[in-house]
């Protein structure tokens, strides 16, 4: 079995090999911290996250590398994002950074995104950006004007290699700004000249000034991972220009290639439009936590192919979260009778051991072609409804074999997909589930103590506390529905 | 009314007069970011945490940095301190840093220790130290040799004010380490030179290197709060030679003061020694919140004066949480009180009312002499006997009355000291509070019922899980001993 995944750069499925085998390193670009991520922040993270996951799972040691985007990134009115956040807000520059930094990794713990190994700043980095204009302008990819340094795209005939662009379409589009210190409109910054009342700025051979905001990912992803490295995702909408800026930076500078494979992720969209302020549907994720739950989010994300749109209504998000419940029905059954499970298999346990093998080669074919996150969480289905009809079967299960199936869904639904909980079968915390099989107890003993009304009155209060409780042959199992 | 801090640098207890009327900008020394933080990083932080949040509570718009040491550390073999976290977890510097950077701040909010406004990084400040560098040899108050850059304390004359030393006593000490670079044993290293094999280095105009330690500090307290800024914070163990050095730089470079307040903290012992490896007592934050909730932590820092030593103990720690438990006894008292509470004091209750006031005045009192916490906690538990008094009473109590109580306790042991949650009474979480609710007064109902032993079982079957109940006439009462 190989691992393909769908190159951009190539505009083809490739098999996946390593620079360094038995290694990855993954660069992705990070947030730019000046307000509260989106959902379109969440599909990209949980697309990247699960990708991570599942290459850790595959057996590489995964070096996975995120920046946070703390100064350059500039607005289309040529306003500094975080200097937005300081106008907002009437804070200094770096309390904006520190707040929606530290706000954007609640999100994503929120949606068990693991956190990547180096989190980067674009502002930790300036003498090293400094370093690689100086590179440029030596070997004659740059140029400096007022101030101001410039990436002479003419210079350099592959710009545009990664989207297809050619610079000749690119003066025609309406997107290029016109500015008369540039050569060709087509050039872009690699540093830019700041006045004195500008706040985030720093010397340079060119005098106070800040980087272009494609320089810092060029940096920051070579510095931790070598050049070429391996993986470098991002969503669509920066395959360009941000993403073949990256490579024509990078690329001039060493004269090797910048990294091997690139993989973008669709965007998100709400009711079928794309999510823009102006049109009144852009969700933070802060906000969408309010109504559903994270994980439900997160599975709603893993349902759809990574490089697809995917379509937020509340519909996809209520069968989302209930698809979640049924496989975390499963799990929790699982490990409620493997508690007071015998060991000793028979045969139609042999057989359904087998049926598990099957299932994880199924996973693993689905998460080696490209990723496929839906055709996997479509093997987990399947596998549930197996699980259910064995569970269900009235016969005596093995300790062995409920093992075995508890395990296979550790591996799959939590470490690849992670969307089954290690410890919390069932989104509870801290004393909440002794403390609600206590009153299901007490309930029981109730009933047998003839007290119907007592008994009716603790299942009718729980059901107000969102614990709904089901009868079943072998005595009440429960669930929070929230 | 006036606040009073004991500075250092003068050596005397000072009114204090802010820079900006209304504002104050804070800095306090860091972790170095290579293992896990240990109890005495939690006094200081826990001290600096609730000065902070008094000068908030006295009206004062607060900006609190705090800095993140992740380069330029040296332990006295001369290894980089992040080094020897690469070394010993076999991964880059830089995740090094991201971990403990993560373990320290999950640390501290377990403390309640606020996060700082801006905890900026060592790293990401290279070019501002390189400016100073720059300043100072221009100056004349540095020099090159072989790559490296020293402050020539010789040159200013004010060097050793904060400490008191020397230069002449510091020749004859032992801790001067031998460096033929150097003009005189105490200069000081401002740049050092790496190695190509160093990973953490940077280019500058003395070539490839890494700034010395005391240099992040004068860089990043100045460039987010201005010269001269307020208060300086930081361990006894910096004052030399961190912050004498800190003080010499920032001072000869602007021309102008460093800052005007200088506060130390005393340092954490174990059982009357140091906390040192060598000894063996060395302790984490996070070993020590296994036997210890972090709020008894934070509530036994607060029962002695930030600036003597504090000596930790089991003893100690237990009357620390004991103490804080009638503290919140008192406070879930007047909570409880407080929903079934009617409108309408009377005279007693307006007498109540002015001891209130004058608790408040004490309790100000207390913290303006130079934030002396240890008085604060008296004056919250003389507080506390007379509430208990006054719940005791067998009187009715208003609403109005139960409001103010509560308000108070908010105020004082909520939003200054911390130790008291806002929305939190029991230390319980999610469904915990309503679940143990509805197990109590199925408990009143078996009684009612004359079902003695089903009602025994649930009381028994709580205090296996940690939650005592107190039979009272109003009702049983519970919290949660962990």
């Known amino acids: 079995m190989t691992l393909k995944v769908y190159n951009s750069l190539t505009r083809q499925k490739e098999e996946f090999v390593p620079v360094q085998e038995g290694q990855v390193g993954i660069y992705v670009c990070g947030p730019t911290v000046y307000e509260d991520a989106h959902l379109g922040h969440g599909k990209t993270y949980v697309n990247f996250d699960t990708i991570v996951r599942y290459l850790r799972y595959r057996g590489y040691k995964v070096r996975y590398v995120q920046n946070i985007t703390d100064v350059g990134h500039l607005l289309d009115s040529g306003e500094d994002r975080i200097m937005r956040g300081v106008r907002r807000e009437r804070i200094e520059p770096m309390?904006?950074?520190?707040?929606?930094?530290?706000?954007?990794?609640?999100?994503?713990?929120?949606?068990?995104?693991?956190?990547?190994?180096?989190?980067?700043?674009?502002?930790?980095?300036?003498?090293?950006?400094?370093?690689?204009?100086?590179?440029?302008?030596?070997?004659?990819?740059?140029?400096?004007?007022?101030?101001?340094?410039?990436?002479?795209?003419?210079?350099?005939?592959?710009?545009?290699k990664l989207s297809g662009r050619r610079v000749e379409e690119l003066m025609e589009g309406s997107r290029v700004e016109v500015n008369p210190d540039k050569r060709h409109p087509a050039d872009f910054a690699l540093w830019r000249r700041a006045e004195p009342e500008h706040i985030m700025r720093w010397p340079s051979p060119w005098g106070w000034g800040f980087p272009g905001w494609h320089l810092e990912c060029s940096i920051m992803s070579t510095k931790y991972l070598g050049q070429p490295f391996d993986i470098h995702g991002g969503g669509l909408e920066n395959k360009f220009p941000h993403h073949d800026c990256e490579i024509a930076q990078s690329e001039a500078a060493a004269g090797v290639p910048f990294c091997h494979y690139w993989l973008h992720n669709g965007m998100l969209m709400i009711s079928g439009e794309e999510m823009h302020k102006s049109l009144g549907n852009f969700v933070t994720l802060k906000e969408a936590f309010e109504q559903y739950s994270p994980l439900a989010i997160r599975f709603f994300v893993l349902g759809g192919h990574y490089r697809s749109p995917l379509d937020f209504s509340e519909t996809a998000l209520q069968a989302a979260s209930k698809g979640l419940e049924r496989l975390h029905w499963a799990v929790q059954a699982v490990r409620e009778r493997l508690l007071a499970a015998d060991s000793g298999t028979d045969s139609t346990e042999r057989a359904f051991?087998?049926?598990?093998?099957e299932h994880k080669v199924r996973f693993v074919e689905a998460m080696d072609d490209d990723f496929n996150t839906a055709a996997a969480v479509g093997v987990l289905f399947d596998l549930t409804r197996e699980v259910n009809t064995l569970l269900d079967s009235g016969e005596e299960i093995s300790q062995e074999t409920l093992v075995a199936i508890d395990d296979l869904y550790r591996q799959l639904g939590g470490d690849v997909l992670g969307v089954i909980p290690d410890e919390i079968v069932k989104g509870v915390a801290g004393l909440e589930q002794p403390l609600i099989e206590l009153l299901i107890e007490t309930r029981e003993k109730l009933r047998e103590a003839q007290k119907w009304d007592l008994a009716d009155e603790v299942r009718a209060r729980l059901a107000e506390l969102g614990i709904v409780l089901e009868d079943r042959p072998e005595g009440a199992r429960w669930r929070i529905s929230r």
Do not use: C
């Open 95 to 160: 309390e904006v950074v520190e707040k929606y930094t530290r706000r954007y990794f609640e999100d994503m713990d929120a949606l068990n995104v693991l956190r990547p190994d180096i989190s980067p700043r674009a502002s930790g980095h300036i003498p090293e950006q400094i370093e690689l204009i100086k590179a440029l302008i030596e070997k004659g990819y740059a140029y400096e004007v007022n101030g101001s340094v410039y990436f002479e795209v003419a210079r350099w005939p592959e710009y545009g």
């Open 353 to 357: 051991m087998a049926k598990l093998a």
